[in-house]
């Protein structure tokens, strides 16, 4: 079993930057793809990025190209989403995802572990 935990969230203005972590315990996610969904009131939830075990591929939601980040550093088993030039509509939940099946699906399904989220609102 992997433990996820994010942390990071906050309120910001549009325009501004915030860095989401998401630590994760119990089995070093070195070899797992991880990803970052979001989902926000009312909506289902979304793919926003991902990266394989190695760092090699990565991949993003159109809607946060050129202004979102994934990085990972399996040494301290966990893996960050830097968000900048945020907008009003990136206001969601972020939950941190692990998929030892090595998937970067946009599909929520293929993935096995989640943290329990962490609240990003950017005011306009």
């Known amino acids: 079993q992997v433990q996820l935990v994010e942390s990071g969230g906050g309120l910001v203005q549009a325009g501004g930057s915030l860095r989401l972590s998401c630590a994760a315990s119990?089995?070093?996610?070195?070899?797992?793809?991880m990803g970052w969904f979001r989902q926000a009131p009312g909506k289902e939830r979304e793919f926003v990025a991902a990266?394989?075990?190695?760092?090699?591929?990565?991949r993003y939601a159109d809607s946060v190209k050129g202004r979102f980040t994934i990085s990972r550093d399996n040494a301290k088993n966990t893996v960050y989403l830097q968000m900048n030039s945020l907008k009003p509509e990136d206001t969601a939940v972020y939950y941190c995802?692990?998929?030892?099946?090595?998937?970067?699906?946009?599909?929520?399904?293929?993935?096995?572990?989640w943290g329990q989220g962490t609240q990003v609102i950017v005011s306009s």
């Open positions: 119990g089995r070093t996610i070195s070899i797992y793809s």
């Open positions: 995802a692990a998929d030892p099946g090595g998937s970067t699906s946009y599909d929520p399904k293929p993935w096995d572990y």
């Open positions: 990266m394989n075990w190695s760092g090699g591929i990565s």
